[in-house]
């Protein structure tokens, strides 16, 4: 199992060169939050579609949209948000 300075050096790798610190910290964060997902998955922390569906129930509208009328465009995942999926390699899953 690697350990985190490896973690932070791989992932400085696949970043581009003009990178700023304000992106690293970012990325490392994300890195630490879907690993922190993993464990808890792994230890049995995780909540099934029902208990899903049931909680969205109570946020969402009797149709299922947003209960305030202001709310009706969906936003697009930031670069960010699509970049994050890249700093996680799925061969380090579950070691």
Do not use: N
């Amino acid at each position: 199992m690697p350990t985190a300075k490896e973690e932070v050096r791989s992932l400085l790798d696949k970043l581009p060169d003009d990178v700023s610190f304000e992106d690293i910290q970012y990325h490392i964060f994300v890195r630490e939050k879907i690993e922190r997902g993993l464990r808890d998955a792994e230890q049995g922390r995780w909540v099934d579609q029902e208990e899903i569906e049931r909680r969205m129930s109570r946020w969402l509208g009797p149709q299922g949209g947003p209960r305030s009328p202001g709310r009706t465009s969906r936003r697009r995942p930031s670069t960010r948000t699509r970049f994050a999926a890249l700093c996680v390699d799925p061969g380090t899953r579950g070691s």
